[in-house]
């Protein structure tokens, strides 16, 4: 292998250290404990194993954990009132519905009931806009777990040529306006792209989130290229990516494994999140608080 091993496990442990350090100082400094409320419908097996590393990581960097669990049957009225209540309580910085809700549940309605101030996801509809307007808000994790990854190994992103393949918005479409924002020439190319192999080769950085195994083989890659993989696929031999990361790491400057490379940015970059979403809040409260004082 030639490439450039990106460790997404250092690089997270690194991120979450540095946490730990910032949400003390802010409860020091403030009084205020930042608290992340997770919220699962039902029991879907994956579900509960991403909420309890969600729920364990933030205690960990000294988060409280404010998870709340509704039965599978649970109303959307149900859901509404426990999102209402959650957005309405001083004690909760972050909210996250994790995703995806009970079939007989409307997802999209209930995700604009997080206040942008309390959107860890950075999903919901202001969230997006305020990324698309380059103006401070949450962003979705792993988009942002990407760009701290390029950052850590000190990837140029300005000016770099950017390849994005898949343009949903849970990923695609956030990190092409995120590297956009920091001045990166990004093509955004989806299943209808016209002889993508030719495209990706003209990419300095090649995102791949496409849900695709191994669809991008060491063909698509320019030599010296860094390649993240955002892909993540179960299979009998254990998880892997939509890289086809042997041969692509033998051209790629820079490459990121599965697992071990982008997956463990998510968790790392929800955090700090939620410790954002305390410090905007408070932000927040002092600016009214000292507008109604000289009122
Ligand atoms: P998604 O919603 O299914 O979107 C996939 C995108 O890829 C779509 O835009 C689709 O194009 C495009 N696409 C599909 N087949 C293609 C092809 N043959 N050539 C070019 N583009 C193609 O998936 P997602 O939610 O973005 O997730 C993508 C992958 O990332 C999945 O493997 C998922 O498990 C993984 N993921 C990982 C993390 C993590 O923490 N590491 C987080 C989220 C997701 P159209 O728009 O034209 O349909």
């Given at each position: 292998?030639?490439?450039?091993?990106?460790?997404?496990?250092?690089?997270?442990?690194?991120?979450?250290a540095t946490l730990k350090d910032e949400v003390a100082a802010f409860t020091a400094a403030t009084g205020i404990q930042p608290g992340?409320?997770?919220?699962?419908?039902?029991?879907?097996?994956?579900?509960?194993?991403?909420?309890?590393?969600?729920?364990?990581?933030s205690v960990a960097v000294g988060l409280a954990?404010?998870?709340?669990?509704?039965?599978?049957?649970?109303?959307?009225?149900?859901?509404?009132?426990?999102?209402?209540?959650?957005?309405?309580?001083p004690a909760?910085s972050?909210?996250?519905?994790?995703?995806?809700?009970?079939?007989?549940?409307?997802?999209?309605?209930?995700?604009?009931?997080?206040?942008?101030?309390?959107?860890?996801?950075?999903?919901?509809?202001?969230?997006?806009?305020?990324?698309?307007?380059?103006?401070?808000?949450?962003?979705?994790?792993?988009?942002?777990?990407?760009?701290?990854?390029?950052?850590?190994?000190?990837?140029?992103?300005?000016?770099?040529?950017?390849?994005?393949?898949?343009?949903?918005?849970?990923?695609?479409?956030?990190?092409?306006?995120?590297?956009?924002?920091?001045?990166?020439?990004?093509?955004?190319?989806?299943?209808?792209?016209?002889?993508?192999?030719?495209?990706?080769?003209?990419?300095?950085?090649?995102?791949?989130?496409?849900?695709?195994?191994?669809?991008?083989?060491?063909?698509?890659?320019?030599?010296?290229?860094?390649?993240?993989?955002?892909?993540?696929?179960?299979?009998?031999?254990?998880?892997?990516?939509?890289?086809?990361?042997?041969?692509?790491?033998?051209?790629?400057?820079?490459?990121?494994?599965?697992?071990?490379?982008?997956?463990?940015?998510?968790?790392?970059?929800?955090l700090g999140?939620t410790l954002r979403a305390a410090q905007l809040q408070h932000s927040?409260a002092s600016?009214?608080?000292?507008?109604?004082?000289?009122?």
């Open positions: 292998m030639t490439a450039v091993l990106i460790d997404g496990k250092a690089v997270a442990a690194r991120v979450r992340l409320a997770t919220v699962l419908v039902g029991g879907d097996p994956a579900s509960e194993v991403y909420v309890a590393s969600k729920r364990k990581s954990d404010l998870h709340q669990h509704l039965p599978e049957d649970a109303t959307q009225q149900q859901v509404e009132e426990l999102l209402h209540r959650l957005a309405a309580d909760v972050g909210i996250l519905l994790q995703l995806p809700v009970p079939a007989h549940l409307d997802a999209a309605p209930l995700i604009e009931l997080i206040p942008f101030e309390k959107d860890v996801d950075g999903l919901t509809t202001m969230s997006v806009g305020l990324l698309a307007q380059n103006k401070p808000g949450l962003r979705p994790c792993t988009p942002s777990g990407v760009i701290e990854l390029l950052d850590a190994y000190d990837v140029p992103i300005e000016g770099a040529n950017v390849v994005v393949i898949g343009r949903s918005e849970l990923v695609g479409r956030p990190v092409a306006q995120l590297l956009v924002n920091r001045n990166a020439t990004v093509t955004i190319t989806h299943s209808r792209t016209k002889d993508l192999a030719a495209v990706c080769r003209t990419a300095d950085i090649i995102v791949a989130a496409v849900g695709v195994k191994g669809l991008v083989t060491a063909d698509f890659v320019k030599s010296g290229a860094a390649v993240i993989d955002v892909g993540i696929h179960r299979g009998p031999e254990g998880l892997s990516g939509d890289v086809d990361f042997a041969p692509a790491a033998e051209v790629a400057g820079f490459i990121t494994p599965v697992p071990g490379g982008v997956g463990p940015m998510t968790i790392a970059m929800l999140n927040l600016a009214s608080a000292s507008a109604s004082a000289s009122a």
